[in-house]
């Protein structure tokens, strides 16, 4: 094997242009650039997330590298997200390493993104398995259950909107920016959790977030009716409810699903995991069933290329590498 091995990750799939450089599975540097022209659209449109990343990512992949400190002649493979996503924006990503491994003549690593974000839980820690691995984004909310870093079983994801979405929709109805989730996250702080809005009970490990938007759709429209500013006298209560509904919505399964398959180790992944309350929860019910709580820093936890790179990394252990004519995938399932 070649020794040092060099990785680099790009990550397109969204909103976030995203490129990393690993060596022998550290992180050398991890960069990003986050759209933020979608928020005054209130989410992403996608055309306008496909110019921005062409716009970014040559100077990005320079400042990785840079940042990195290795010239681009070093690298010994690339790796890049597949999907799913967001088709426009994938193909950025997919167009640009395919020309530079070319360039380079070095092999191409195409990579699952649900994979890379189960993946950035071993960035900078090791596990015990068996391991759960929640899964909870603004596209995705999956419950993975893993006997080893290779063997994955999907116990059950959500059957409408993802986590990340019901924040971001609850928070819209609230005239939050989007996307949401951060700053429910640090209104609530300041708030109490006094208005109860229902958690759906779906059979098994699976989700749905859906009726809560309804619910808080519908709760909004009768209080503004009784007191017009309902919204902006309550706003840090509505915040801590509907964080606390999501969150008690995922720990509910997560606990079951951990105490069912009597797992060692749990992870959280995605840009829900940075939520503080979700942390907090768990550290508690982690501490009370002496789980080993896996989460990743917040650079981690977001949509990023060292994920994409250390999913790279392990895969070219296995010499799994990919034809240069393979395209982009909306959909992709993980197993
Ligand atoms: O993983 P990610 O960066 O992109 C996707 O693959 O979707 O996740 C973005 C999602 C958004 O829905 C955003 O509102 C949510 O993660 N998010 C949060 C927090 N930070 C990001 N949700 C709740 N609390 C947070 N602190
Ligand atoms: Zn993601």
Known sequence: MIQPIYILGIESS????????????????????????????????????????????????????????????????????????????????????KSLSLSLQIPLIEVNHLMAHINSLFIEESAEFPLLCMTVSGGHTQLVYMKSNTELE??????????????????????????????????????????????????????????????????????????????????????????????????QKLKAAALKYEVRSIGIAGGVSANSHFREKLLTLSELYSWKLLIPRLSYCTDNGAMIAMSGYFKFLKSEFTQDDFMPLARYPLT
């Open 14 to 97: 969204c909103d976030d242009t995203s490129v990393s450089v690993v060596k022998d599975g550290k992180v050398l540097s991890n960069l990003t650039i986050s759209q933020w022209i979608h928020k005054k659209y209130g989410g992403v449109v996608p055309e306008a997330a496909s110019r921005l990343h062409v716009e970014s990512i040559v100077s990005l992949t320079e400042d990785a590298l840079s940042a990195s400190g290795i010239d681009k002649y070093k690298l010994t493979a690339i790796a890049v997200t597949k999907g799913p996503g967001l088709i426009g924006s994938l193909l950025v990503g997919i167009t640009f390493a």
């Open 154 to 251: 999907i116990l059950g994801q959500t059957i409408d909107d993802a986590a990340g979405e019901a924040f971001d929709k609850t928070g819209k109805l609230l005239g939050l920016p989007y996307p949401a989730g951060p700053e429910m996250d640090k209104r609530a702080k300041n708030g109490s959790t006094r208005f109860k809005f229902p958690i759906a009970q779906v059979p098994g490990f699976n989700f749905s977030f859906s009726g809560l938007k309804t619910s808080v759709l519908y709760f909004l429209r009768d209080s503004i009716r009784k007191e017009p500013d309902f919204i902006e006298n309550n706003l840090n209560d509505l915040c801590a409810s509907i964080q606390d509904n999501i969150v008690e919505a995922l720990l």
